[in-house]
């Protein structure tokens, strides 16, 4: 059912006339805080079974928690710091 809009120059169905005008309201930036309280995860690789997995920082991993070998556990890290890792080898073979 068509309403003429309350300026009567327009013609509107009743549902949109009767839509209120959203508000906008501005986001809050996030706070520091906020990621401060998610613990820090540390990501593990499995050598044997190929398994990546992610735990707590504070955990100590000591086997793979998929096949359960304890010698083939890497951690994983950025570009950067397996770079850096490759660089100080260089000298030990």
């Given at each position: 059912m068509m309403r003429m809009t309350p300026d009567g120059k327009q013609l509107?169905?009743?549902n949109c006339l009767e839509r209120?005008?959203?508000q906008k309201q501005e986001q809050k930036p996030e706070?520091?805080?906020a990621k401060q309280e998610e613990p820090?995860?540390?990501e593990y690789f499995c050598k044997e079974c190929k398994y990546s997995f992610k735990r707590a920082k504070h955990l100590v991993v000591s086997?793979?928690?998929y096949c359960g070998s304890s010698g083939?556990?890497?951690v994983?890290?950025?570009a950067a710091r397996?770079?850096?890792d490759a660089a100080k080898m260089k000298g030990d073979f």
């Open positions: 509107m169905c009743r209120k005008p959203v706070t520091k805080a820090a995860m540390k086997a793979c928690p083939s556990i890497a994983k890290g950025s397996i770079i850096a």
